[in-house]
């Protein structure tokens, strides 16, 4: 009889976590096969078609065979075009050969963090935080520092904090503004602070901007409160969130040259390049297009309504609080007041982690526990679905606590 064969994996492998939200997805994906009728909060996916020019170019793409090979970090006429949006954004002057487009900003932070870190450096990286960013950070030897920023702060962290975090060994702070999975926008007073702190420190900031078309107060960008830091900052963002194009893979970074040739080196070596169709498509995204962008200005406007939606129903739910969230699809309630009480048919749930198994398999909505963002206590539900499935499915919340 044959022996089962035994695999040895790479060491850096076991201090890997899944992503509980893929988790989250392959489990809701699984229940409905079953039959299970499921309203999920998990997903982080804006629930919009992609704006109709978007896919025009794409499709013009196909027909006019634009389907090889492009140079590693994107086609020229792409990469001139993200330059040019992030000039305007940051008020400083960037040029393509700063601009690296990849698979979706999850790669820009991959690769950033390959490029940055070696085995015993530490990156700062605020919690409540992404799920990824501990697990980059991780896969490129680095040890993660995690100043927790509380509730009563809007889950911001303080100069204080980052100032008791910083270290000689810190090689890179992640700033994620607005937040994922809190909604958390930190104001232009507020990053002003923060840069003050770093001023004597030699780190690299990572500014990750995914969701800055969704922010509904006066967005303030890292580079345009703190110019002064932009030779040791790179600017992570990309197509998905604020365009609907999560599918497309397309993000991109853009920082000081050098580090932009180091993470174009390593790019050579993985992916080269995110999909040339997409590259396309992303142009026409990053091209000024009035039908785009009052299709853009639309999409941030329902989700501020679809916001204000969940939380007036989550304040009907006894034992949950929850802050307003300024950005992002996200609301990140605290659930303490459900924990170590029984709940329907007497269970009683320990952990935000067991509640929201709970609300998974006896009231069909899926969230994503506060464990897997480094904020126990507390479940991060998406707002990026229509607004009966948010009804129903905070029906189902409050109905299923109690008989």
């Known amino acids: 009889m044959a022996t089962k064969m035994e695999y040895r994996l790479a060491r850096r492998l076991a201090q890997l976590e899944p992503s509980a939200t893929a988790a989250m997805t392959a489990r809701v994906a699984q229940m409905r096969s079953e039959g299970v009728k499921v309203i999920s909060f998990s997903v982080g996916e804006p629930d919009f078609d992609t704006p109709t020019p978007i896919k025009e170019a794409g499709i013009d793409a196909i027909n006019a065979n634009y389907t090889h090979y492009t140079p590693t970090g994107g086609i020229a006429e792409l990469r001139k075009a993200v330059a040019a949006r992030v000039t305007a954004d940051q008020g400083i002057s960037y040029s393509a050969a700063q601009i690296s487009v990849t698979a979706g900003a999850k790669e820009a932070l991959y690769l950033a963090f390959q490029a940055l870190c070696d085995e015993g450096d530490e990156a700062i990286i605020p919690a409540p935080y992404w799920v990824s960013y501990l697990e980059q950070a991780k896969l490129a030897g680095a040890t993660p520092i995690m100043p927790y920023g509380d509730q009563a702060n809007a889950f911001k962290i303080t100069p204080d904090q980052l100032r008791e975090a910083l270290s000689e060994r810190t090689r890179v702070v992640v700033l994620n503004s607005p937040s994922n999975p809190t909604g958390a926008v930190y104001s232009a007073a507020e990053l002003r ?211």
């Not at 004597?200 to 960008?221: C, F, P």
């Open 193 to 403: 602070a923060l840069a003050d702190v770093l001023a004597g420190s030699d780190a690299i900031v990572i500014a990750d901007e995914i969701y800055d078309a969704i922010s509904y107060v006066d967005y303030a960008r890292w580079l345009r409160v703190a110019p002064e830091m932009a030779d040791r900052t790179l600017i992570v963002n990309g197509a998905a969130k604020g365009y609907a194009m999560t599918g497309w893979r397309v993000g991109y970074v853009a920082g000081p040259q050098p580090i932009i040739d180091a993470i174009k080196a390593i790019q050579s070596h993985t992916s080269t390049h995110t999909a040339s169709i997409a590259q396309y498509a992303a142009l026409a995204a990053y091209t000024p297009n009035p039908e785009i962008e009052r299709t853009v200005v639309h999409m941030a406007g329902q989700f501020h309504r679809r916001r204000d939606l969940m939380l007036e129903l989550l304040a009907e739910i006894s034992g949950v609080t929850c802050n307003v969230p300024d950005g992002a699809f996200y609301v990140f309630p605290n659930v303490e007041g459900l924990l170590n009480r029984p709940l329907r048919n007497g269970i009683v749930c320990r952990t935000s982690e067991e509640l929201n198994l709970y609300l998974l398999e006896h009231a069909h909505i899926a969230c994503v526990a506060g464990e897997a963002f480094g904020a126990p206590g507390h479940i991060r539900l998406s707002y990026a679905t229509a607004e009966d499935e948010i009804y129903a499915g905070m029906n189902r919340f409050r109905d299923s606590l109690s008989d």
